[in-house]
């Protein structure tokens, strides 16, 4: 199936488009010129990514794409900004990318997030669970494969590298975010609730990633399980 890009830039970008670009790279291109016409758009239709070209448009793009995340989760989603403006990784984007730069860094960014050759796919099956590592999917009681955001793919990752043990939020933060910075975990938290929504048949009582209550979360699963 073609792949389907969904590109948030103003009417007038000065000759800065990624559209032509994108479309010349064999995706399909749908582009909105407002934040209110891509959330109409994705009412509608679920393209394979977004990108939010803050760079080109009167908004910083912050709000657009906390908007896009709060209804499609797991949706990848690139922000891109001008060199000039602070980044605000409050955007929950996957990915940040300052101006100038090439559109094949755009194009090198979007292979990145999107899912490869299913007969090249590694499977890693823990209990109800089937993990697709490098299309950053899961598959869940057989119910059909959702999409990881890239950070929430990385923490399944550890969990399934470490079943029934606790991983201290610490750890979590180190490995998923590469940071040492531990004063405030709430993007954690927001990610796990995240998980466990795809992932669990009742999040409210999860039965595979559990809270070890000031400490972390252990990944459940029976031990006579492969």
């Not at 109409?40 to 657009?64: F, H, K, T, W, Y």
């Not at 999107?114 to 119910?143: M, N, Q």
């Not at 399934?160 to 180190?174: A, G, Q, T």
């Amino acid at each position: 199936m073609p792949t389907t890009i969904l590109l948030v830039e103003s009417k007038n970008t000065g000759g800065k488009s990624l559209e032509p670009a994108l479309s010349k790279s064999d995706l399909i291109v749908i582009v909105a010129d407002t934040g209110s016409k891509a959330h109409e758009i994705l009412s509608s239709n679920r393209p394979d990514l977004v990108i939010v070209d803050a760079s080109v448009m009167r908004s910083n793009g912050v709000r657009i794409c906390r908007r896009i995340r709060s209804v499609l989760a797991t949706l990848p989603i690139i922000h891109c900004r001008d060199i000039d403006d602070v980044l605000d990784t409050s955007a929950n984007a996957d990915v940040y990318l300052a101006r100038p730069f090439t559109a094949r860094k755009v194009l090198n960014r979007i292979r990145v997030l999107l899912p490869v050759d299913d007969l090249k796919e590694e499977i890693v099956k823990a209990g109800r669970i089937t993990f697709y590592p490098s299309k950053r999917s899961v598959d869940v009681d057989g119910r059909g494969e959702r999409r990881l955001t890239p950070k929430l793919a990385d923490m399944l990752d550890e969990f399934l590298r470490h079943p029934n043990e606790v991983l201290e939020r610490d750890y979590l933060m180190v490995r998923v975010w590469k940071t040492n910075y531990f004063g405030d975990t709430r993007t954690l938290d927001v990610h796990m609730r995240w998980l466990r929504e795809i992932i669990e048949r009742n999040p409210a009582k999860p039965e595979i990633v559990k809270t070890v209550r000031s400490v972390g979360y252990i990944f459940a699963i029976p031990p006579d399980t492969d």
